[in-house]
Structure formats: C-alpha cells, structure tokens
C-alpha cells in the first residue's frame, strides 16, 4: 500500500485508518501502520469509526488520498 501510495500521489499523502470494535484491530492496525510509515506517509488515526464515515471524512478533506477500514464486516 505504501508503495503503491507513494507512486501515485509521490508527495504529501495523507491517510485515515479507522476500524471496528474487536480487539484484534489494535494489532492489525499497529501491524499496519508499522509497514506505512516505511514510507513518507501521513497517518491520521480515526479510531473507531464504520466504514460510510471513513468514505465521507477522506471526500471531505482534500489533503487526504486514502482510506483503510480495519473490519470484519462481509
């Protein structure tokens, strides 16, 4: 993903991170932000948040490219 970010957007990528309610997201997100900030990455942590707010947060500002959701949702 970081690779992939910085070909794309190459400077300034900001990025939300968001996830559900189960205990295993803290390790999954830690996991995953340990291999983002590998790379120049901006990394803005929402917490707890479904996956409509995470859509609508990264439309509504500008400065950020992308969205992960940490879910178990199917």
């Known amino acids: 993903i970081?690779?992939?970010?910085r070909t794309k957007y190459s400077d300034n990528i900001e990025i939300l991170i968001a996830h559900?309610?189960?205990?295993?997201?803290?390790?999954?997100k830690a996991a995953l932000k340990t291999g983002l900030?590998?790379?120049p990455i901006t990394?803005?942590?929402?917490?707890i948040l479904p996956?409509?707010?995470v859509s609508r947060l990264?439309?509504?500002?500008a400065t950020m490219?992308?969205?992960i959701?940490?879910?178990a949702s199917h």
């Open 20 to 28: 559900d309610t189960r205990q295993s997201a803290a390790f999954i």
């Open 51 to 53: 996956t409509p707010a």
């Open 43 to 47: 990394i803005h942590d929402a917490n």
């Open 65 to 67: 490219v992308c969205g």
């Open 58 to 61: 990264v439309q509504k500002h």
């Open 37 to 39: 900030l590998a790379h």
């Open 69 to 71: 959701v940490i879910s």
């Open 2 to 5: 970081g690779n992939w970010l």
